[in-house]
């Protein structure tokens, strides 16, 4: 997955940048217009608030695309708090040449505001608060597919056939130890052939993230469930998909390359490497709820004066069958003496999250 999607010369993120949209493979909340990157910044103000308005900090984007929800966020920050937004730094990690190009271009205009970086290291020797964050990242984060055959796991791998043709084997005992680690999470009862994911680089990828805060918050925004819907024992064949022209299919083996792979996000799993370096899940909720009350102030602002655009966009993103409903959002707290890992929240994640 990781050389079909991020090779630098082949892979699917890296050839080309017009994945996302209409004319794309797929839509995201970002393809619905400006007001997901308004409420979006309108919880970045209140965190920076709630750190004490530091005179410097720092937004950091993983997987910023084209730049597209960057300039939403920073539009937005500028019209609703001048000062929050003449401190902050919005720092842009994107190894590949491509995407970099088509950010830059996007963010002409803020162009003194956005750090553009190859990887969050160059950020290390500054450290300052802030926040990290990405919308649908995570589900493109590369993952490990798993069979259930005779009462154990087995990994399926990808190997070639006489032809050259990609075939899966699906019959390789787990030795991987971090994999084990994880699956030894995962209940045992599935029917034969019950096949899904696994992510083991969520540490990995929050790790780094955290020691370019000195404190803040760590959001994602992304399709998935916690880990007892996940590997519901009816899901029988999981989440892994491939996006091509707006249609969804099943086998990552076709078109290499061309199409994207994908996988909804264990947010159990996320919670607890986040856990491991020290985060507090803060909050782990439906993207419709989340989005609906980061908007109250916008809502109310509307009474009498509404925008029929912007609402038609709010209820896009917040209804329970456009992307309100299977999509999450979840708070990471970092560094900060205060977070509460609250009952509501341990029970959404599930019961094996303990403090
Ligand atoms: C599904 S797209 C989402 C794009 C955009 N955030 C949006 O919501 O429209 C996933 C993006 O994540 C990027 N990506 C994947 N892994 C990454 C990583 N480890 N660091 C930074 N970006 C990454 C990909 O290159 C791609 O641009």
Redesign the pocket.
């Known amino acids: 997955m990781a050389t079909a999607?991020?090779e630098p010369r082949f892979g699917y993120?890296a050839r080309e940048t017009r994945?996302?949209g209409r004319s794309g493979d797929?839509f995201?909340?970002?393809?619905v217009g400006p007001l997901f990157g308004e409420l979006l910044a309108r919880r970045f103000l209140s965190e920076w608030e709630k750190i004490g308005s530091p005179a410097r900090w720092r937004i950091i984007e993983?997987?910023?695309?084209d730049g597209?929800?960057a300039r939403d966020i920073l539009s937005a920050m500028e019209r609703l708090n001048s000062p929050a937004f003449a401190a902050v730094e919005y720092a842009i990690?994107?190894?590949?040449p491509l995407?970099r190009e088509a950010q830059q271009k996007t963010l002409k205009s803020f162009s003194g505001k956005v750090r553009f970086i190859s990887t969050v290291s160059e950020l290390f020797s500054i450290p300052l608060p802030g926040i990290a964050f990405?919308?649908?990242?995570l589900?493109?984060?590369p993952f490990h597919v798993i069979e259930w055959h005779n009462n154990d796991w087995y990994e399926c791998k990808v190997t070639a056939d006489s032809s050259r043709e990609f075939i899966w084997e699906n019959d390789h005992p787990i030795s991987d130890t971090k994999l084990l680690e994880t699956i030894s999470r995962i209940e045992r009862d599935f029917q034969e052939g019950y096949r899904t994911e696994v992510r083991t680089n969520f540490r990995e990828?929050l790790e780094p993230l955290t020691r370019c805060l000195t404190k803040g918050l760590l959001l994602w925004l992304d399709y998935g469930f916690a880990r007892a819907e996940y590997y519901h024992p009816d899901r029988k064949s999981g989440t892994l998909r491939t996006f091509s022209k707006h249609r969804a299919a099943e086998n990552p083996l076709t078109a290499p390359g061309e199409i994207?792979i994908?996988a909804h996000v264990d947010f159990t799993a996320l919670a607890e490497a986040a856990m491991e370096i020290n985060c507090v899940p803060t909050y782990f909720i439906s993207q419709g709820s989340w989005l609906t009350e980061q908007a109250r102030d916008w809502l109310l602002s509307l009474e009498g004066n509404p925008d029929f655009i912007a609402l038609r966009q709010f209820q896009t993103l917040t209804h329970p069958a456009h992307l309100g409903g299977c999509f999450h959002v979840i708070e990471l707290a970092w560094n900060q003496s205060d977070a509460v890992f609250s009952e509501v929240c341990q029970h959404r994640l599930g019961k094996s999250l303990a403090c």
């Open positions: 999607l991020y993120y994945q996302v797929f995201t909340s970002v393809s993983c997987g910023a695309h597209t929800l990690p994107e190894p590949l995407l990405g919308n649908e990242l589900d493109a984060l990828f994207d994908t």
